[in-house]
Each structure stands twice: as structure tokens, then as C-alpha cells.
């Protein structure tokens, strides 16, 4: 069973408009963290957040913003005021305490934004 | 202090040849990871070790062999390579619960 589910394999929204990226997470640990990476066309992997099971806040980055709901297994992340060079990949990813640190990352959600 | 290196960042193989995959960080970080990226697959953990000495099995780790025989570098083995074998090869480090990626090593295997 996959872990870590990004339903939306492409969006594409028009620059200036806001954007919702959604993930959704599956663990009996009570112990995790979830992260945000971005992957731009030129195939490096950028860190954008981690959050740990413990952390419900949600955290506001510049236009970055990520809401963290435990009880619908949920860490969606929204660019505000999208720009082209938000155009890129991005993955969520799941870290479980309890096995070794294994990472587990989901299928990416492919966002292009057009001027 | 220059992260995460791969080594060679790109390489074509006939089926059935062999190569290693260097991954080194200069970090001090006790976990390191290989994973693979395939188109729609997102990464998928190969093997990864929690320290000098020690491997252990990812999500798919048929094909592949590794060994960290020091801290810094961890290897990553195909001993006889298959066109499924094609992909971005990611190494990572981690400390305090943050990956730091190298930039991939893109493996073609005709």
C-alpha cells in the first residue's frame, strides 16, 4: 500500500493564481515527520519543510504555507501568488521513527505555472 | 564542505555489465540512502545504511548490492546490469531528520 498518496500527478495554473498541492499519509507510527521537496527542471531535489508528528501548527514561508491535519492524514502545501519559476516537481515524503529512518516519497505532483 | 557528491553523474551500460555508484558526504552523517526515480514512480528507497558498516534492504532492492565500508562513502553495486535498471540514481544523508540530496546519477542500461 502506498504510503505517501499526491493524488494530483499535474496542475497547471495561470502565474498570480494561488495553488494547493495535497498529500495524504498513511501510519500507525506515532511518531513521524513529513517533508516538502521540490524538484525544478534541473533535477536537483530542494528541501522546503519537515514537520514532526508532535507539530500540528501550520507554517507560513514567504508565499510557501503547509497545513498539517493529523486527523485526515493530511499535509497540503499552497504556493500563494504562484510565479513561473515555482514550475517544477514536488514530492511529499513520510519518515517513520519506528523503522530505520526510511523514507517513504510520493508520486510527485507535476505544477507548471503559465505567464 | 561540498554536501553530497555522486559519482559519475551519467553512464550508459550494455545488459549485463557491472559498475559502482559512488555516493560521499563530508557531513559526518551516520544515514546515508540510495534511491531510484522513475517517471510517475516518485523515489523509491534501494538499500540504506545507518552507520559505518552497516546496510540494510529498501522498498527495491533486487539488482543492486551496497557496502560502507567508511562513514563518509556509501556504494551502491549493479553486478549485471538490466534495461529495468534505467533511472536517476539519488544518494542522501541525513542529520537531525533532514535529507540532503546529491544531484543523481542518470543510468542508461540498452
Known sequence: AQKVTQAQTEISVVEKEDVTLDCVYETRDTTYYLFWYKQPPSGELVFLIRRNSFDEQNEISGRYSWNFQKSTSSFNFTITASQVVDSAVYFCALSEWGTGNQFYFGTGTSLTVIP | ?110
Open chain 2, 1 to 110: 564542505n561540498a554536501g553530497v557528491t555522486q559519482t559519475p553523474k551519467f553512464r550508459v551500460l550494455k545488459t549485463g555489465q557491472s559498475m559502482t555508484l559512488l555516493c560521499a558526504q563530508d557531513m559526518n552523517h551516520e544515514y546515508m540512502y540510495w534511491y531510484r526515480q522513475d517517471p510517475g514512480m516518485g523515489l523509491r528507497l534501494i538499500h540504506y545504511s545507518v552507520g559505518e558498516g552497516t546496510t540494510a534492504k529498501g522498498e527495491v532492492p533486487d539488482g543492486y548490492n551496497v557496502s560502507r565500508l567508511k562513514k563518509q562513502n556509501f556504494l551502491l553495486g549493479l553486478e549485471s546490469a538490466a534495461p529495468s535498471q534505467t533511472s536517476v540514481y539519488f544518494c542522501a544523508s541525513i542529520m537531525t531528520y533532514e535529507q540532503y540530496f546529491g544531484p543523481g546519477t542518470r543510468l542508461t542500461v540498452t
